[in-house]
């Protein structure tokens, strides 16, 4: 399965973002970019699958890996936010 982000992006969209985009296959998709290249992208899978995505993202200008069912994969990798941490645990009156 291939999935190209922005293939044919107008010139007078050169910048924006989209969120919940279904793509062919069981994919959700989140896309931002800037001057016509995309600049973050987030993508969910329904199913498992493998999958390519190409961008302009990439050096390689695609990604090949295995999508499992509900799990989420972002690029830039470096901009992914990290899950809170959890609440400090409260302590019963009998640990003191």
């Known amino acids: 399965m291939v999935r190209q982000i922005l293939p044919a992006l107008p010139a007078s969209w050169a910048d924006g973002s989209v969120r919940g985009l279904r793509a062919r296959g069981g994919f959700t998709v989140d896309i931002e970019w800037a001057a016509g290249q995309a600049r973050r992208v987030v993508i969910t899978a329904s199913r498992s699958r ?3 995505v ?3 993202l990439f050096a ?3 990604k090949v890996f295995k999508a499992r069912a509900g799990a989420t994969r972002w690029w830039p990798r470096a901009e ?3 899950p809170s941490p959890a609440p400090p ?4 009156p009998w640990d003191r």
Do not use: G, H, K, Y
């Open 50 to 52: 493998e999958v390519t």
């Open 54 to 56: 190409r961008s302009s």
């Open 60 to 62: 390689s200008s695609e």
């Open 80 to 82: 992914r936010t990290a």
């Open 89 to 92: 645990r409260r302590r019963a």
